[in-house]
């Protein structure tokens, strides 16, 4: 049962998602105000989204080979070819998702639809809370969340969304909290310099590929 946060992802968990965005958005931040001049014409917006996207998948990628990973980890094929990382506990699967608002869902796709089926025991459990007015435990299959990312007044925001079935709607939406311990912010900027590189070098390869 989704009482709060805390039911879904234990602290080490939570701070890993914090880790793996925050670093995903600082690269971010650093490739694109270099680049200013590249990136705010209007013909790249579409091209800023799926940098900003990759760089997460990509961290979330090199965090999920440390034995210290705190979730498991399994990629996600998805039509044409397209790959996406996916996070999976006991009681939840959950996907990285871009998003323009901290209580909107995430762009429609036709796998988050189908992914969101998994919640209708959240709309049943609603349902007998309020007319029972007690806790009572319906689910027999993982839940599933998607762990949205975003600017919001210039600010970044993690999100933990649980979406109706269909993808009507949110059921449940958590925010994720950002701490970065001080012992933390020497591995944090090596971490950052990591995902610099690697990026950066998969981008020259795909251009020579070309």
Do not use: W
């Not at 701070?15 to 600082?26: A, E, K, L, P």
């Amino acid at each position: 049962m989704i009482e709060n946060i805390h039911s879904i992802c234990t602290s080490k968990q939570l701070r890993m998602i914090t880790s793996i965005v925050q670093i995903g958005d600082s690269v971010y931040n650093e490739l694109t105000s270099k680049n200013t001049y590249v990136f705010d014409h209007k013909y790249m917006l579409g091209e800023k989204k799926r940098m900003y996207t990759k760089l997460v998948y990509m961290q979330c990628e090199t965090e999920s080979k440390s034995l210290e990973f705190p979730f498991g980890f399994r990629e996600r094929k998805l039509p044409f070819g397209q790959k996406i990382p996916e996070l999976y506990t006991d009681n939840c699967i959950m996907h990285f998702a871009p998003s323009q608002s901290t209580d909107i869902l995430p762009s429609y796709a036709k796998y988050k639809k189908v992914f969101s089926e998994r919640n209708r025991a959240i709309g049943r459990q609603l349902v007998f809370n309020e007319l029972e007015d007690k806790k009572m435990t319906v689910k027999d299959e993982a839940y599933y969340a998607l762990i949205a990312f975003g600017k919001k007044n210039g600010n970044l925001f993690i999100m933990l969304q649980f979406p109706e079935p269909e993808y009507r709607g949110i059921a449940y939406n958590f925010i994720i909290p950002q701490l970065v311990l001080a012992e933390e912010r020497e591995t944090f900027k090596r971490k950052q310099a990591g995902l610099k590189e690697k990026y950066l070098n998969e981008s020259k390869k795909e251009g020579d590929d070309k």
